[in-house]
C-alpha cells in the first residue's frame, strides 16, 4: 500500500486495538472524547499556504509533468491539499536556478546576506501564528508546540544574520623565509538540503541560515509529508528579497529517492545536509562519494535518560516528561531508554506514571491538547510492535497501551512501561512514539556501558547531583550532545549533532557556518628584501 493510501485509510476493525491489562481502567491518559476536529485553519494571510507549486528561480512552478501527491491531515485524515510531484529533471532545473545565482551571491558582502537573512527572520515572525498553524495542520503537533517551534526557526535566521559578518581568516606564521601565508574562508557552493517532516519549519531553517550566511545557493528538498510550512518560508523569502535562484524549494513523494539521488550525484551540487534516518543516509553517502560532496548528516538517535538515586526525583521526572513525550516521541533527541536507578526505581515510576496519566490526546488545535497524532499509520505500527514485544518479554505496560481509533486511525496512548530488559527492541531500536520503557540499573558503570551499547549516539541525558558523578558520566556517554539535569538540549547557540551511526557535523552555534565553508590558503613569497631607501 502506498504512503498516500497509509495515510488516508481508517481503522475498519478495532481488534488490534484491544490490549487488556489490570491496569487499563485506573492508567489511561486523559483524552478528548470526540472525533479529531475536521475543520481547516484560518489563515491571517491565505496566500502562505502554497497548493499544486514549487519554488524555483523565484518564480512558483508546477512539475513538468503535471502530476501532484496529495497531503493528509494526520488527525483527521483528510485532505489538506496537493504539491507538484517533481522528478529528478525538475530538480536539475532547480540546481541550474542555483549554480546561476550562486557567482553574484557569494560576492554580496556579509553584512548584505545578513541583512537579508534580518528581514526573512522579521517575517516570520510577522507571520508567526500563520506558520504554527500550518505546522499543526499538516504534521499534528498541539498548536502551542507548533508556536514553540516557529519561534525556534525563525531564530536560526537571527542567529546566523549575525555570524554572516563575521567570516574570519587567520594569518599564519610561515617557516620559509620571506614567505606569507594567510588563509581566507569561501562558500562551498550549491547545497541540497534534504529535510524531515517532524519539525517542518526548524529543520529548514537550521540548514538554510548558515548556507546562506555563508554565501551558498540552495536547493531544499521538502518533506512529502509536510511541504506547505516549507512552502510558505519560500513566500516569505520572496518578500524578503532573496535573489532569485538562491533558494529553491522542490516538493515529490512518490519520488523522492529519485530527487535525493539527483541531488548527491549532480556535479554542480557541491554539498549536501541531510536529517532523517540512519540508513537512508548510508544510502545518500553511497550516492554523494561519486562526486566527493561535502556532507553534514544528522541521522536516527536512541537517547538514554538515566536517572541516579542520588538525583532530585521531582526534577528528573519532569525533565523525562519533557524529553520524551515531546511531539509525542516523534523527534530524533527524545528519550528513548529511561534508565533509573534501583533504590529510587519505584518512587520515579509511580511519579512519572501519574504526570503520564494526566496527558490530553487529540487535534492539535483543540483547547487544552497535549499531544496529537501520529504522522501516519506506520509510526502507529511501530509503537504497536514494540510495545508488544515488551509485553511478551516480561514489561508490564501500567499506563496507555491502546490505540485511540474514535479519535482517528493515527492517535495512540502515551504509554508507560516498567520492568524493561535490555533484550527488548526499545532497548536497540529508536521508537519515535509516545513510548517510555523504564529499565532499573544498579551501578554507574553498567548503565554507561547500557547507554553506550547503542550503534548511533546523537543525544544523552542524566539527572545526578554528585559534581564528579556528572563529569565522569557526561565525558564517558558516546554522543553528541549530552543534558545534565535537564531533559530539553536544544539551543540556536548550542551545536546540534551526534557520533557514531548518528552522522557528523554540527548544526547551529558558531561552528554551524563552518559547514558550508572552505578554507583556502594562499601563500606568497619574495617578500624578505629589505626597506628601499
Known amino acids: 500500500m502506498s504512503l498516500l493510501r497509509s495515510i488516508q485509510r481508517t481503522v475498519t476493525s478495532q481488534s488490534r486495538f484491544t490490549l487488556k491489562s489490570q491496569f487499563q481502567r485506573s492508567s489511561l491518559p486523559l483524552i478528548v472524547s470526540r472525533m479529531a476536529s475536521s475543520r481547516a485553519p484560518k489563515l491571517n494571510d491565505p496566500s502562505l499556504f502554497k497548493t499544486d507549486v514549487a519554488y524555483v528561480n523565484g518564480e512558483w512552478v508546477k512539475a513538468a509533468s503535471g502530476k501532484t501527491f496529495k497531503v493528509y491531515d494526520p488527525a483527521t485524515g483528510e485532505l489538506i491539499g496537493s504539491s507538484p510531484e517533481f ?65 525556534y526557526a525563525a531564530s536560526f535566521f537571527e542567529w546566523f544574520s549575525e555570524e554572516a559578518p563575521r567570516v574570519y581568516g587567520d594569518s599564519i606564521p610561515a617557516t620559509v623565509p620571506g614567505n606569507r601565508v594567510v588563509t581566507i574562508k569561501q562558500p562551498v557552493g550549491v547545497c541540497g538540503l534534504i529535510t524531515p517532516w517532524n519539525f517542518p519549519a526548524a529543520m529548514v531553517t537550521r540548514k538554510l ?3 546562506l550566511a555563508a554565501g551558498c545557493t540552495v536547493v531544499v528538498k521538502t518533506p512529502g509529508e509536510t511541504p506547505f510550512t516549507s512552502l510558505a518560508l519560500a513566500e516569505l523569502a520572496h518578500r524578503a528579497g532573496i535573489p532569485k535562484g538562491v533558494v529553491n524549494f522542490v516538493t515529490t513523494l512518490e519520488n523522492t529517492p529519485e530527487v535525493g539521488e539527483t541531488l548527491t550525484t549532480h556535479p554542480t551540487v557541491r554539498k549536501v545536509s541531510f536529517t532523517g534516518s540512519t540508513n537512508v543516509g548510508k544510502l545518500l553517502m553511497k550516492q554523494a562519494s561519486q562526486t566527493l560532496k561535502v556532507l553534514s548528516m544528522e ?11 542520588d538525583a532530585d526525583v521531582d526534577a528528573a521526572v519532569a525533565g523525562a516528561i519533557a524529553s520524551k513525550f515531546r511531539s509525542s516521541g516523534q523527534t530524533c533527541v527524545c528519550a528513548n531508554r529511561i534508565y533509573v536507578q534501583r533504590g529510587i526505581y519505584d518512587e520515579f515510576a509511580k511519579k512519572f506514571a501519574e504526570k503520564v496519566k494526566v496527558f490530553k490526546v487529540g487535534n492539535g488545535f483543540d483547547e487544552g491538547i497535549t499531544h496529537g497524532p501520529l504522522i501516519h499509520d506506520r509510526a502507529i505500527s511501530k509503537v504497536v510492535a514494540h510495545i508488544k514485544d515488551a509485553k511478551e518479554k516480561g514489561g508490564r505496560v501500567v499506563v496507555g497501551g491502546q490505540a485511540l481509533p474514535d479519535l482517528g486511525s493515527n492517535f495512540y496512548q502515551p504509554t508507560v512501561i516498567t520492568g524493561m530488559t535490555k533484550d527488548m527492541a526499545i532497548a536497540s531500536e529508536e521508537t519515535f512514539g509516545p513510548v517510555a520503557g523504564l529499565f532499573p540499573f544498579a551501578s554507574e ?10 550503534e548511533v549516539g546523537l543525544a544523552g ?12 558520566v557526561a565525558e564517558a556517554l558516546e554522543v553528541g550532545m549530552v543534558g545534565v539535569n535537564t531533559g530539553l538540549i536544544s539551543d540556536t547557540a548550542a551545536p546540534f549533532g551526534g557520533v557514531k551511526q548518528s552522522g557528523f557535523g554540527r548544526e547551529g552555534s558558531k561552528y554551524g557556518i563552518e559547514e558550508y565553508l572552505n578554507i583556502k590558503t594562499i601563500t606568497w613569497g619574495g617578500i624578505n628584501k629589505p626597506l628601499q631607501s
Open 87 to 151: 522528478t529528478g529533471k525538475d530538480t536539475e532545473n532547480a540546481i541550474s536556478a542555483a549554480a546561476a545565482a550562486f557567482p553574484s551571491f557569494r560576492t554580496k558582502t556579509g553584512r548584505e546576506r545578513s541583512k537579508l537573512l534580518r528581514k526573512w527572520y522579521d517575517l516570520m515572525m510577522e507571520n508567526a501564528e500563520d506558520l504554527a498553524k500550518l505546522i499543526t495542520w499538516e504534521n499534528g503537533k498541539p498548536l502551542t508546540d507548533a508556536k514553540g517551534e516557529v519561534n
Open 209 to 211: 541560515g548558515p548556507a
Open 299 to 309: 541521522l536516527g538517535g536512541n537517547a538514554p535518560f538515566i536517572v541516579f538515586d
Open 445 to 454: 558503570q553498567e548503565v554507561v556501558d547500557l547507554a553506550n551499547s547503542a
Open 461 to 472: 541525558y542524566f539527572f545526578s547531583r554528585d559534581l564528579e558523578r556528572i563529569t565522569r
